[in-house]
């Protein structure tokens, strides 16, 4: 299978896309990197401004549709510091939910250096010895300690290279007041963390993020050394980085972006990294840093291919298209695939029984054991109303397989198998086709009572036996448990089948032949 990460980050947006190997292996098939700078005025006005918006959404745009000629199975995407810090910032990933169909985490400091972590873990030999790595980011710099079998420390510090550049307030050569404030403003931000993680222990510091990389690139070129493909496992001293950043900065901007390694794109800001990676090695007594090419994308990666070991598995149990994307949704959102499964499996056994009455064919069942598979995903972002959060995720969660009506069909039964039922008079339900009306309103109720027979979610009702009758219709759930609180949610949630069958439904418990 292939899988992409995008990382929304504070400086750049990156895109990785693999080819899964193993269960825990990948080889990389394409890397891509775009300067967006959403995080540029954020720390100082808290506003992505319109250009980095605009850009950031065109850029995940084309993400996405490089993602979709690799025929990607899932998209993992991760917004970070800028994001999380902007008033817009909720907006901005609102637009690329509705118009790029992707739906971004929005992940905290502190997992973000979790998930760092995991990618330098598979890039360098860290061993049974404690290992620091420090991140610099746009807005925020990850540190974490751990080892090849454990994480023990992890921290975020609001210190980055667009949050410092918003401090100093321009682009030029800086002034010694200026330097000063900036190393002080540092030392006060990253103390504490780095006193935690000099108690907690290591014996080794590593770099990660295109700043460190660079600043390794830059100082490995003007010694002469080769650079193949990137700067990995590659040791850099303080003293060569420090004699780097001195001569960053006595330049203008201009000056700045014709140093081999460094370039236009980082140009504006990379003197502020130098001090901050020096500042940080100096309070930690580090004379020299190990540099790795991994970083929050390939984290993404792992950390999906842990989580989804035996998951994989389950997808691949999909017989169509349809049923392993609605699989890979579910998975998605972390819910119960056994509990969905025993849900369809008893609103199966209704619509069956009940076809002589509702006449529907085989493409409705479909609908059915589809939405049976996802209507409770919204459970992923709150319980309150999670029903109208799985109608939003289901209509822009990327369903392969499924033309548009059919997207609309399964987001509206997600969106009424509970509380209150479909009604012609609803907005949505209006503007459906006379026919598309009818199969959702025998379809939802259908889906209501087969979840309200899964009550307390221990798949007790082994079967069910409908019996028709010419003024009601009796449904007999087969137990050998008690299960009143299954029949009582059945029979609160019938009211829907009642008026689509204008005929009483009954609920009725019977014991096993």
């Given at each position: 299978?292939?899988?992409?990460?995008?990382?929304?980050?504070?400086?750049?947006?990156?895109?990785?896309?693999?080819?899964?190997?193993?269960?825990?292996?990948?080889?990389?098939?394409?890397?891509?990197?775009?300067?967006?700078?959403?995080?540029?005025?954020?720390?100082?006005?808290?506003?992505?401004?319109?250009?980095?918006?605009?850009?950031?959404?065109?850029?995940?745009?084309?993400?996405?549709?490089?993602?979709?000629?690799?025929?990607?199975?899932?998209?993992?995407?991760?917004?970070?510091?800028?994001?999380?810090?902007?008033?817009?910032?909720?907006?901005?990933?609102?637009?690329?939910?509705?118009?790029?169909?992707?739906?971004?985490?929005?992940?905290?400091?502190?997992?973000?250096?979790?998930?760092?972590?995991?990618?330098?873990?598979?890039?360098?030999?860290?061993?049974?010895?404690?290992?620091?790595?420090?991140?610099?980011?746009?807005?925020?710099?990850?540190?974490?300690?751990?080892?090849?079998?454990?994480?023990?420390?992890?921290?975020?510090?609001?210190?980055?290279?667009?949050?410092?550049?918003?401090?100093?307030?321009?682009?030029?050569?800086?002034?010694?007041?200026?330097?000063?404030?900036?190393?002080?403003?540092?030392?006060?931000?990253?103390?504490?963390?780095?006193?935690?993680?000099?108690?907690?222990?290591?014996?080794?510091?590593?770099?990660?993020?295109?700043?460190?990389?660079?600043?390794?690139?830059?100082?490995?070129?003007?010694?002469?050394?080769?650079?193949?493909?990137?700067?990995?496992?590659?040791?850099?001293?303080?003293?060569?980085?420090?004699?780097?950043?001195?001569?960053?900065?006595?330049?203008?901007?201009?000056?700045?972006?014709?140093?081999?390694?460094?370039?236009?794109?980082?140009?504006?800001?990379?003197?502020?990294?130098?001090?901050?990676?020096?500042?940080?090695?100096?309070?930690?007594?580090?004379?020299?840093?190990?540099?790795?090419?991994?970083?929050?994308?390939?984290?993404?990666?792992?950390?999906?291919?842990?989580?989804?070991?035996?998951?994989?598995?389950?997808?691949?149990?999909?017989?169509?298209?349809?049923?392993?994307?609605?699989?890979?949704?579910?998975?998605?959102?972390?819910?119960?695939?056994?509990?969905?499964?025993?849900?369809?499996?008893?609103?199966?056994?209704?619509?069956?029984?009940?076809?002589?009455?509702?006449?529907?064919?085989?493409?409705?069942?479909?609908?059915?054991?589809?939405?049976?598979?996802?209507?409770?995903?919204?459970?992923?972002?709150?319980?309150?109303?999670?029903?109208?959060?799985?109608?939003?995720?289901?209509?822009?969660?990327?369903?392969?397989?499924?033309?548009?009506?059919?997207?609309?069909?399964?987001?509206?039964?997600?969106?009424?198998?509970?509380?209150?039922?479909?009604?012609?008079?609803h907005k949505k339900v209006k503007q459906l086709f006379k026919y598309q009306r009818k199969g959702l309103m025998m379809l939802a109720g259908i889906l209501r009572l087969a979840v309200g027979l899964d009550?307390?979610?221990?798949?007790?009702?082994?079967?069910?036996?409908?019996?028709?009758?010419?003024?009601?219709?009796?449904?007999?759930?087969?137990?050998?448990?008690?299960?009143?609180?299954?029949?009582?949610?059945?029979?609160?949630?019938?009211?829907?089948?009642?008026?689509?069958?204008?005929?009483?439904?009954?609920?009725?418990?019977?014991?096993?032949?």
């Amino acid at each position: 299978m292939n899988l992409a990460a995008i990382d929304i980050g504070t400086n750049s947006i990156h895109m990785i896309i693999v080819k899964v190997t193993s269960q825990r292996t990948f080889e990389i098939l394409l890397q891509e990197k775009e300067m967006v700078k959403l995080g540029v005025g954020v720390f100082s006005n808290k506003e992505i401004n319109p250009g980095a918006f605009a850009l950031g959404i065109d850029t995940i745009t084309r993400y996405v549709q490089l993602a979709d000629k690799f025929g990607v199975d899932e998209i993992i995407t991760a917004a970070t510091s800028a994001t999380r810090e902007a008033k817009n910032g909720r907006d901005f990933l609102d637009r690329i939910i509705h118009e790029v169909g992707v739906i971004p985490q929005l992940i905290s400091g502190k997992e973000e250096a979790r998930l760092i972590f995991l990618a330098v873990k598979r890039a360098i030999d860290i061993g049974k010895d404690n290992a620091l790595v420090l991140d610099i980011g746009g807005g925020s710099t990850e540190a974490v300690v751990g080892n090849q079998t454990e994480v023990i420390f992890k921290s975020s510090i609001k210190l980055g290279v667009l949050r410092l550049l918003d401090a100093v307030g321009h682009t030029g050569k800086m002034k010694k007041t200026e330097l000063e404030s900036i190393r002080n403003q540092i030392a006060g931000k990253a103390n504490k963390t780095l006193s935690s993680a000099k108690y907690v222990g290591y014996k080794k510091v590593i770099g990660t993020s295109g700043t460190i990389r660079s600043f390794g690139e830059a100082i490995m070129n003007k010694m002469g050394k080769q650079i193949i493909n990137s700067v990995n496992a590659e040791v850099i001293h303080k003293e060569d980085l420090d004699y780097l950043v001195h001569s960053l900065l006595k330049k203008d901007q201009d000056e700045r972006s014709k140093i081999v390694g460094i370039g236009t794109s980082r140009s504006d800001a990379i003197h502020l990294g130098g001090v901050l990676l020096s500042t940080l090695l100096e309070l930690i007594d580090a004379k020299e840093i190990t540099l790795c090419d991994a970083s929050l994308r390939e984290g993404l990666i792992i950390d999906y291919l842990e989580k989804n070991v035996q998951k994989h598995s389950i997808v691949r149990s999909g017989v169509t298209l349809k049923e392993k994307s609605c699989l890979q949704l579910s998975i998605r959102y972390d819910t119960d695939i056994e509990s969905k499964k025993h849900v369809a499996f008893l609103g199966l056994k209704v619509f069956d029984q009940l076809r002589s009455l509702h006449q529907m064919d085989d493409h409705f069942r479909e609908l059915l054991y589809h939405a049976s598979l996802i209507y409770d995903i919204g459970l992923f972002i709150n319980f309150e109303n999670y029903h109208k959060h799985s109608e939003y995720l289901i209509l822009n969660g990327r369903l392969r397989g499924f033309n548009n009506e059919e997207l609309i069909m399964l987001a509206l039964l997600a969106r009424y198998h509970r509380k209150s039922g479909p009604k012609k008079k609803h907005k949505k339900v209006k503007q459906l086709f006379k026919y598309q009306r009818k199969g959702l309103m025998m379809l939802a109720g259908i889906l209501r009572l087969a979840v309200g027979l899964d009550k307390t979610k221990n798949q007790w009702v082994e079967d069910l036996s409908c019996n028709i009758a010419a003024d009601n219709i009796t449904i007999y759930a087969i137990s050998d448990e008690n299960i009143d609180m299954e029949i009582w949610e059945a029979q609160r949630y019938a009211d829907t089948l009642l008026k689509v069958l204008k005929r009483p439904v009954i609920i009725a418990h019977s014991l096993p032949a």
